[in-house]
Structures are given as structure tokens and as C-alpha cells.
């Protein structure tokens, strides 16, 4: 079973033998291929290293400029490092790695707060159990380092741990898990990290009666109400990244949960989570990238220990394996990662997917080419979590390259989560492939919507139709429909785009398309996209009489550090209505595209 309706139900069913051993790692499990020599340098650079500092002045930056990155950074930093000792500790037993390790504890154990201050009030209410992702995280790593290394820790350190772990977080559940938000978000990743991390940390944590068996119930129902939000398709919402994020939280608590009722309760039964592990599946964009609408990088990594666990307890297990043995995944920040893996791998036998609840399709020509073509579609409403203005948005990635791209995930800061958001062209429509009418686009909320009107098959072409009339405010539009047909009769396949758009009046009506590649030139509507491996052919068919400016995005920064530059193209004519027809060739070699 995946859900239970008492904590007397999970009392019934746990297995006492089974929590007088360690729950994460078991020794006959151990996978003989763990990084052990990369593990024991990393440590010992750490046991003489300076510990990062999450000083009082990051805190209060964040407030004053918004900027979130000084203080966040070593306080990840820091809880990295302290697992990292922890696994060190339980490979070799050297005393240096358990001295530093227990220093990095005692540290965080002093912290003010877990939390990140872009999750807090200004001024602190020191009377509030304040828990945000972050200090749930917190909170399931130390569960983890007692869980395994108990008989090590000195009695100051294992105590320190389990009164912290009571004192702000599972009393604070236990009273009223509804005093946090997150924990009826069912729409949110948040939901899923939190409720997981909570639930994780407890069993690790070995929470006493009352508080494990109400900490369960409240968690196991919350996050199968979360898993009810994943599409039929197993889609979520937010995108690989949250996805992953969500999952993965999630997925260590139900791992845990299935160990110490002996696979009494099983949250991985839930009919979604069986199949969602086909959503990193499709989206993957050879060689090492995803599709990456909303808030999500391009090169999102997965964590290995969801892969591990998707893989052992769901039907898609074998398509998993495949795209595991595709891509680097993010190693070494579990002690699950340290069990033997699955092996058995399957190519995916479906080439496209449409995943209705969100309104996305994927499709590629073939699983084998790593450089053949892949088109992205996505549809939705502009009232989504970490939305972005971008209904009717696509991706073109072939050659290894998204040559019609998203720019995916800017910088976190606090105006990027708050007013100025729709400011900012990672968010806003300047950002993405879309419609402009007198330089405006798509309105902002649930309200402005598209939609996947047809999809139709076939072994040369598929084309996906959209309506996204009613994504932009009704007093200019009547009617906007975009048609994106996906050739498959060639090597490197092609891309036809075809916007029709019906105003109320004449106005300024462009058809944007956003760049990523050195932009050549040939004529007035002929382009060149050049990439590493292969080029794009870009032809403006339509309108005849368009104007095409070439724009420029300068100095975007994105969430992972780095300022880019990026071009765009925009098809102009002033008129009520406009057809705009553009074709997208793929070609290695000149004599191709004649």
C-alpha cells in the first residue's frame, strides 16, 4: 500500500529489527566501484581547510540588495563538506575525518537558523520554528550521518544532533504542520523536499513515540496528494530541476519508510511515481542537457540516488538505466549513491510524448543519434510555479545544440522572485520564441493560457497546432495560432514554423525567435546558425514584405554564475493580420541547404 489513514496503521507495520540497524546503506549492498581514493583527498584537504562562513553581514545583504548568493553559498558549502566527512569517516574510520566532521556539526548545530534568509521575515521572531527547504535538508543529512555513524560520534555530538532535530523540527510538525505553507503546496516542489526531508530525517533520526508515528501519517499523505499533481504522463510542472529536486526528497523518504515496515508501505505503488521516471527520459537532449522550459539550466544534472531507487522500485526502471548510463549525474551527496546499481538498461521504444497535464511535447527523430533532431513544445498557462511568459515557447536541439533555445533559469535574487520578476528576459517574454503585437506579448496569470489543439504522426513529419489566443489580452487579438511541423524525411531532419495572427486592429505584429549559435547573415531573410558540430539554415518564407531585425540579450546572468550574450531575430510587418512561414534546416556541409 502507498497511503494509510492512522499512525496506529504505520505502528502495526514497522519492523523493530529493521531500526536497530542502519536504514540507509546495509554492508552486503555496497557497490565495489565507490570513488574511495577521490572521497579520502577531497577529506583531507577539508580536515585542514577553513570552515565556510555564513557571516551575519550575507545574512542582512540579502534585504538590503538582494543579493542571495554570499550568504547561501558557504551555508551549502558547509552542509556539503560536513556529508562528504561523513562518508569519508564511514569508508576509512580515520580519526581526523570524524574530528573535522564533528566539528562541521557542532557548527551547524550553533546556526541562528537553518534557513535561508530569501525564506524569512526581515526581523526574526526567535520564538517561530522557522522551516523552510533548507533546514528540512538540514535536518535529513544530520538523520543520515546518526543513522550511520552513531557508534562513532562522541555522546555531545549524537545528543546535540537529536535535540536540535526535536527542537526545530519534529516538534514544530508534529504540533501543526499547517502552519508552514509548503506543506499543503501540493503544486510545489516544496511540498515534496520539506515533507520528504521531515519524514526522512525522523526515521533516520529514530524520533520517539508519539511524534514518529503522527510525523509519518502527515507526511505520507501529503506527499501522495503531491504526487496526485504529476500528470498522467508523469509530467510535473516545474520542469527537470524540481522535478529532480522534489523527487529526490521524496524518494529517500520512501525508501526508508519501505525499509522499516519490511515494503509494508510503499509510496513508490503510487501510479504516477511508476511511470514519472519517463519524464528526464524524453526530455533528454543528447549529449548531456535537458529541456529546460521555466526556471530550469540546460544542463540540470540528476541525482544519482533517485536514478538508483527510481530505477529499483518503478516499471520505467530499465529506461532509466539507459539515460543513466547517457549523462553525468551529481555523485556523492548521499550515502545511497553508495549502493550497487541496477544494470539491466533498455533503450526508450517511444519516440515523442505529449504530456497532456502540462500541455508539452517532446519528440525526437530517432533514440540512437545522438545528434539528430529533437523539438520541444510547450503550451500551459502564465500562472504556473516559477512560471515564465512563455506559452507557445519552442526548442530546436540538434547537433548536439539548441540552436532555437530557452534560456532557462537567471540569477536568484530577491526581485527575481518578487516585482520585478516580469522585468527580467529570463521570465518575461523578451526571453523567448513568441508573439509581439506593438512590442507587448502574453499576459501575466493563470488566465493567459494556450493550448495543444492537434498533434498528428506520421513517418515523415509530425505537426503540433496551437491556439494561444487567449495567452494575450483579448482587446487586441482575435485570433493566434502556431503550427510547428517536425521533418523526419532527411538525416538531420527540419522545422517549419508557421504563426497566422488575426488582430482587432492594425498594429505592429513580430515574430520573435530566440538564438543560441554565431549568427551569420546571407541575405535579408536567410540566416546561418553555426554550431560546433553542424549549422542551422534559417529562411524567412513569410510575410514577403517583413522587415527582420537582428536584436541582442547582453550580459545575462544566469543561475549558475555565468554572463552570457545571446542574439534573437524579430519579423516585423504593421498590419491586422500576418502569416509568417520561416524554415529551419539542419546541414553539415553548404551544398546541403541549395
Given at each position: 500500500?502507498?497511503?494509510?489513514?492512522?499512525?496506529?496503521?504505520?505502528?502495526?507495520?514497522?519492523?523493530?529489527?529493521?531500526?536497530?540497524?542502519?536504514i540507509l546503506l546495509k554492508e552486503d549492498e555496497i557497490r565495489e566501484d565507490i570513488p574511495k581514493d577521490e572521497i579520502?583527498?577531497?577529506?583531507?584537504?577539508?580536515?585542514?581547510?577553513?570552515?565556510?562562513?555564513?557571516?551575519y553581514s550575507y545574512f542582512r545583504e540579502f534585504y538590503i540588495t538582494g543579493?542571495?548568493?554570499?550568504?547561501?553559498?558557504?551555508?551549502?558549502?558547509?552542509?556539503?563538506?560536513?556529508?562528504?566527512?561523513?562518508?569519508?569517516?564511514?569508508?576509512?574510520?580515520?580519526?581526523?575525518?570524524?574530528?573535522?566532521?564533528?566539528?562541521?556539526?557542532?557548527?551547524?548545530?550553533?546556526?541562528?537558523?537553518?534557513?535561508?534568509?530569501?525564506?524569512?521575515?526581515?526581523?526574526?521572531?526567535?520564538?517561530?520554528?522557522?522551516?523552510?527547504?533548507?533546514?528540512?535538508?538540514?535536518?535529513?543529512?544530520?538523520?543520515?550521518?546518526?543513522?550511520?555513524l552513531s557508534d562513532k560520534l562522541d555522546r555531545n555530538i549524537e545528543e546535540r544532533i537529536r535535540y536540535e532535530l526535536r527542537r526545530r523540527i519534529f516538534i514544530p510538525f508534529y504540533e501543526n504542520p499547517d502552519r508552514y505553507w509548503w506543506a499543503n503546496a501540493y503544486w510545489s516542489n516544496w511540498c515534496a523536499v520539506c515533507c520528504g526531508a521531515v519524514g526522512a530525517s525522523?526515521?533516520?533520526?529514530?524520533?520517539?513515540?508519539?511524534?514518529?508515528?503522527?510525523?509519518?501519517?502527515?507526511?505520507?499523505?501529503?506527499?501522495?496528494?503531491?504526487?496526485?499533481?504529476?500528470?498522467?504522463?508523469?509530467?510535473?510542472?516545474?520542469?527537470?530541476?524540481?522535478?529532480?529536486?522534489?523527487?529526490?526528497?521524496?524518494?529517500?523518504?520512501?525508501?526508508?519508510?519501505?525499509?522499516?515496515?519490511?515494503?509494508?508501505?510503499?509510496?513508490?505503488?503510487?501510479?504516477?511515481?511508476?511511470?514519472?521516471?519517463?519524464?528526464?527520459?524524453?526530455?533528454?537532449?543528447?549529449?548531456?542537457?535537458?529541456?529546460?522550459?521555466?526556471?530550469?539550466?540546460?544542463?540540470?544534472?540528476?541525482?544519482?540516488d533517485l536514478v538508483i531507487l527510481l530505477?529499483?522500485?518503478?516499471?520505467?526502471?530499465?529506461?532509466?538505466?539507459?539515460?543513466?548510463?547517457?549523462?553525468?549525474?551529481?555523485?556523492?551527496?548521499?550515502?545511497?549513491?553508495?549502493?550497487?546499481?541496477?544494470?539491466i538498461?533498455?533503450?526508450?521504444?517511444?519516440?515523442?510524448?505529449?504530456?497532456?497535464?502540462?500541455?508539452?511535447?517532446?519528440?525526437?527523430?530517432?533514440?540512437?543519434?545522438?545528434?539528430?533532431?529533437?523539438?520541444?513544445?510547450?503550451?500551459?498557462?502564465?500562472?504556473?510555479?516559477?512560471?515564465?511568459?512563455?506559452?507557445?515557447?519552442?526548442?530546436f536541439h540538434v547537433y548536439g545544440q539548441s540552436f532555437l533555445h530557452d534560456l532557462g533559469a537567471g540569477i536568484y535574487t530577491k526581485d527575481y522572485f518578487r516585482e520585478g520578476r516580469y522585468k527580467n528576459p529570463f521570465c518575461n517574454a523578451e526571453g523567448h520564441s513568441l508573439i509581439f503585437i506593438d512590442g507587448e506579448s502574453e499576459g501575466i496569470g493563470k488566465d493567459f493560457e494556450g493550448k495543444v489543439v492537434s498533434y498528428e504522426v506520421s513517418n515523415d513529419k509530425e505537426v503540433v497546432v496551437l491556439d494561444l489566443t487567449r495567452a494575450y489580452p483579448q482587446k487586441k487579438v482575435e485570433k493566434i495560432t502556431r503550427k510547428l511541423q517536425f521533418l523526419k524525411n532527411r538525416r538531420d531532419g527540419g522545422l517549419i514554423l508557421e504563426d497566422e495572427v488575426l488582430l482587432r486592429d492594425a498594429g505592429r505584429i513580430e515574430s520573435r525567435i530566440q538564438i543560441?549559435?554565431?549568427?551569420?547573415?546571407?541575405?535579408?531573410?536567410?540566416?546561418?546558425?553555426?554550431g560546433r558540430y553542424g549549422n542551422l539554415f534559417l529562411e524567412i518564407k513569410e510575410p514577403v514584405d517583413a522587415a527582420v531585425e537582428v536584436g541582442e540579450l547582453k550580459g545575462l546572468e544566469f543561475h549558475d554564475g555565468s554572463i552570457k550574450d545571446f542574439n534573437f531575430l524579430?519579423?516585423?510587418?504593421?498590419?491586422?493580420?500576418?502569416?509568417?512561414y520561416v524554415i529551419f534546416t539542419p546541414f553539415r556541409e553548404r551544398n546541403e541547404i541549395r
Open positions: 500500500m502507498y497511503n494509510v489513514s492512522s499512525p496506529e496503521e504505520i505502528n502495526e507495520v514497522f519492523s523493530i529489527e529493521a531500526l536497530n540497524k542502519p579520502i583527498s577531497l577529506c583531507e584537504k577539508l580536515v585542514s581547510a577553513p570552515m565556510p562562513e555564513a557571516k543579493n542571495r548568493t554570499h550568504y547561501e553559498t558557504p551555508h551549502r558549502l558547509k552542509r556539503a563538506n560536513m556529508y562528504l566527512l561523513a562518508m569519508g569517516t564511514f569508508l576509512t574510520g580515520r580519526e581526523d575525518f570524524l574530528l573535522r566532521l564533528q566539528d562541521y556539526i557542532w557548527d551547524i548545530c550553533n546556526e541562528v537558523t537553518w534557513c535561508y534568509p530569501a525564506h524569512l521575515p526581515e526581523e526574526l521572531n526567535y520564538n517561530e520554528p522557522y522551516i523552510d527547504l533548507f533546514a528540512s535538508m538540514t535536518a535529513e543529512q544530520l538523520a543520515e550521518i546518526l543513522d550511520i525522523a526515521i533516520a533520526g529514530r524520533v520517539e513515540e508519539p511524534y514518529l508515528s503522527k510525523i509519518l501519517l502527515d507526511v505520507i499523505q501529503r506527499l501522495n496528494r503531491y504526487l496526485d499533481y504529476f500528470d498522467n504522463e508523469g509530467g510535473w510542472v516545474e520542469g527537470i530541476g524540481y522535478w529532480n529536486f522534489g523527487l529526490t526528497h521524496l524518494s529517500r523518504f520512501a525508501d526508508s519508510l519501505y525499509r522499516v515496515t519490511d515494503g509494508k508501505i510503499n509510496i513508490f505503488e503510487h501510479p504516477k511515481l511508476q511511470i514519472t521516471g519517463l519524464f528526464p527520459v524524453h526530455c533528454y537532449l543528447p549529449p548531456g542537457g535537458f529541456v529546460n522550459f521555466g526556471d530550469c539550466s540546460y544542463e540540470a544534472k540528476l541525482n544519482r530505477s529499483k522500485y518503478t516499471k520505467v526502471g530499465k529506461e532509466l538505466n539507459w539515460l543513466a548510463s547517457q549523462i553525468e549525474m551529481r555523485e556523492l551527496e548521499n550515502f545511497r549513491c553508495l549502493r550497487k546499481e541496477e544494470k538498461l533498455e533503450t526508450p521504444k517511444d519516440t515523442s510524448m505529449h504530456f497532456h497535464g502540462i500541455d508539452w511535447i517532446v519528440t525526437r527523430k530517432s533514440w540512437e543519434d545522438k545528434l539528430g533532431p529533437v523539438l520541444a513544445v510547450k503550451a500551459g498557462n502564465n500562472g504556473e510555479p516559477h512560471n515564465q511568459l512563455d506559452v507557445g515557447h519552442f526548442i543560441n549559435g554565431l549568427l551569420e547573415r546571407l541575405g535579408d531573410k536567410t540566416f546561418i546558425i553555426k524579430n519579423i516585423v510587418i504593421f498590419s491586422r493580420e500576418a502569416r509568417f
